[in-house]
């Protein structure tokens, strides 16, 4: 039986995930702002989970009805048939977003919600599921819109760019989803050597390594559908097997991974081993404006520092002209993928872009800026 689920996606990768989704069958597609909506069978569910590398959540849509004010909406979730889906031994939490919703206060709508869950298990069962702000077995969501409200059970539980193998606690400046979804946007193929020059924790190395050798980005974590009564472990457990007999050996790569912090390239080598992927990407400590290709073409992605990260204008004025003379010097022959919230960047580097694609990361907006290097007549003058 077709269900209908929401995937979330960072802002500008939804035909990319749209196209994803659809060769993991899902069927009845709609890209909306931030996301697609989709059908498909519970089969289909866990593996969007478990194969998905753009999506940040697999929801799953239980409830919809019309509102006017916070009593509709206790009256919906209050009707829901929660006791079908999971028991009160779960624990549970309520998120709410919304979009033009003409009431006030989302905290009090989730309290709400919260209510008329727990209400709904003491008339099935007698009592209610505690409720787990930090670790949640069951995550409901509501998404109201400026008449209507939505509840989702997620599916993934932690989002999907957790892939379950960082054993750094940082927060990492780039999202793993965000990360695989520019090398979706570069074209890049797997036989086609990879370079990020300024590669930090190695997030585009990782997952542009786990595309390659084949290896599903969810193979290493648990998702909060085992959790629920629609799960049937037999069926899980193949789907699993067939997704590791798929996985491929490692082997060396022709990806190459560069930075000039000592620190960022042990955390680096770190990730890459947490991930299995030892010996498979090529590093090197070395500063990008100095740094020679290590093919005569490719693809060449980077997050390079923009104010937020880098902070004084002055040294941002000084380091763009030399980035643009350093691909234009060494690197024609590559398609160059520069990730900025700096719109200045092409003026300031000095080179034409031949797409600029907006892209958020997490809540800043972004422009995924392309350059195809040739020899000559690149200049912006």
């Excluded at 409720?131 to 209507?148: C, E, K, N, S």
């Amino acid at each position: 039986m077709s269900e209908i689920f929401f995937s979330p996606a960072p802002r500008g990768l939804e035909e990319a995930l749209t196209n994803e989704l659809r060769t993991l069958g899902a069927v009845d597609l709609r890209t909306v702002p931030g996301g697609v909506e989709w059908a498909g069978d519970w089969m289909t569910c866990w593996r969007a989970n478990l194969e998905s590398r753009l999506a940040t959540r697999v929801l799953w849509r239980v409830s919809q009805g019309r509102y006017r004010n916070e009593a509709d909406i206790y009256r919906l979730a209050y009707a829901t048939t929660w006791a079908k889906w999971f028991t009160p031994s779960e624990t549970i939490r309520v998120f709410v977003t919304s979009r033009q919703s003409p009431l006030k206060s989302l905290e009090f709508i989730t309290l709400k919600i919260k209510d008329a869950v727990c209400d709904h298990f003491r008339a099935v069962h007698g009592h209610r599921p505690n409720v787990d702000t930090a670790q949640p077995m069951v995550r409901i969501t509501a998404f109201l819109t400026r008449d209507t409200v939505t509840l989702y059970l997620d599916t993934s539980g932690e989002p999907l760019y957790k892939r379950g193998f960082k054993p750094g606690t940082v927060e990492a400046p780039l999202k793993e989803n965000l990360a695989a979804g520019i090398l979706a946007l570069s074209g890049w193929r797997a036989d086609e050597p990879l370079a990020d020059p300024m590669c930090g924790s190695a997030t585009f190395l990782i997952e542009a390594a786990q595309i390659a050798l084949d290896i599903a980005p969810g193979l290493g974590r648990h998702f909060a559908f085992e959790h629920l009564r629609t799960f049937k472990t037999a069926e899980w457990a193949e789907l699993r097997r067939k997704a590791e007999a798929r996985r491929q050996h490692p082997r060396n790569l022709p990806i190459y991974g560069s930075d000039i912090a000592g620190s960022q390239l042990r955390r680096a080598r770190e990730n890459l081993a947490a991930a299995g992927l030892d010996g498979c990407v090529s590093l090197e400590k070395a500063d990008l404006l100095d740094l020679a290709p290590p093919a005569a073409g490719g693809v060449m992605v980077a997050n390079p520092p923009y104010g937020v990260r880098l902070g004084e204008a002055e040294e941002l004025a000084a380091f763009y002209p030399r980035l643009g003379d350093a691909l234009k010097k060494r690197w024609p022959g590559w398609r160059c993928y520069l990730l900025s919230a700096d719109m200045s960047l092409p003026k300031a580097i000095g080179l034409k872009a031949s797409r600029r694609t907006p892209l958020f990361n997490g809540a800043l907006e972004c422009r995924l800026f392309e350059y195809k290097i040739v020899a000559g007549g690149m200049r912006t003058g």
